[in-house]
């Protein structure tokens, strides 16, 4: 909650793989206070045995890491940390925060799309890696998830649906965070050092195939000042130019992807942000109309959305938060619903199970809760909620790494290739 009108000092983390104890280190080593950390993906946030059984990772992968001891209250993260999900997380634990939510204390998701304000600067997220063949379907998959199931991986895969409601945000987007990398990016950067480093690219950078084409039609729509990524286990920079249109100015997007947490590999950036706004995590009013605007839908509509419908939604959000200005910030309602690692009854619990979190999200908000499942589940320990709207209408609920399923050519990259500093391998300059 404190001001800092020098702005804040953000920290960028890229693939975790559950390595929260070394990568908190680091920060700690660089001597910079840091006031958040945000996470590119695979953050593996595995409580026990159970959720472990429920990570698309071969099992000779499947550690328990550092999570559980964040979850259990054994230790807290000592800066704000907010991640999404990659291809590599615990399917278990997820499902029970699909509009986001506290995984641990001080450790938030942002669900399978999301929009929260911190220190002013808006932060748009978006987990999962592109897969073409799931894409246009529901999210429909559901716990138990038993080892070997399909839906284990059709989980972390991105839908429609989540993609088109970030496209309907008007606002300026300060931060975008996306696993896999948006198609054409190579490009914008120094692509001829980047096959150098990972040969095996070469063939999906020339086809303009390598990333995600969802990610691509964010990028181009919202066009963020700053946009990070991981999944590719490498260091690269970009500059992503949007010409004038429309009514907009022209403008630049920095990309910026980071490795995995390993040592001698660029796995983190720390940077400034300005702003002299006091550094609380908040909502965002208009992503929130965008959810109820658009709730009725399990999948992207064929049609674009009345602005009207969004605006009057937003008008409804805006009075609310008018009438009590503390549900505007999200609150620390973090809650266990499964033992951690270590504790009398961890394993099995491969539920489904409830959180609380959600279920008093949805009531106050006016949203399906998409894990009620209907109604057989019960809600360990929620609060009542201050606004409930009932609402008949609910959205129904449909990797390791390796080679992308192939979609159609992407929109040609804009920006000629520009070079990309790495003299120093632990910063990488934005402008480059």
Known sequence: KKKNPSGMR????????????????????SGQQVDLLLCCGD????????DLETMAVKPKYREMCDFYKYYSGEKVAPVLTIFIGGNHEAANHLWELPYGGWAAKNIYYMGYAGVLRFGGVRLAGLSGIFKNYDYRKPHFEQPPFQGGSDQISSFYHVRSIDVYRLKQLQGEVGVMLTHDWPTGVAFCGNAQQLMARKPHFRDE?????????????????????????????????????????????????????????LPRRDFLQILEISTDEPLVLTYDS???AILRATQKFATAPAVTLRPEAIRSEKEQIDAMFTADPNLLRVPANFRKTVPAHGEQGAYPTVGPHMNPQTFEFCTQFGLPNPCDLGGLLA?????AAAAAVANPD????????????KPGPAAAAEAAATAVAASNPDEIDLDD
């Open 394 to 405: 609910e959205i129904a609920l449909s990797d390791e790494d390796g080679e992308e399923a």
């Open 379 to 383: 809600v360990p320990g929620a609060t």
């Open 43 to 50: 953050f593996q946030p595995v409580r026990n045995a159970a």
């Open 205 to 261: 950078i020339n086809s303009n195939t390598l990333g995600s084409p969802a990610a691509r039609e964010i990028l181009d729509t919202l066009r963020p000042a700053l946009w990070f990524s991981a999944h590719l286990h490498v260091k690269f920079a970009a500059a992503i130019r949007h010409a004038a249109s429309g009514g907009r100015p022209a403008c630049t997007t920095r990309f910026l992807a980071l490795d995995k947490c």
């Open 10 to 29: 953000i920290a960028v983390e890229g693939c975790a793989h559950g390595q929260l104890d070394q990568i908190y280190a680091t920060i700690a080593r």
């Open 286 to 288: 208009e992503w929130l």
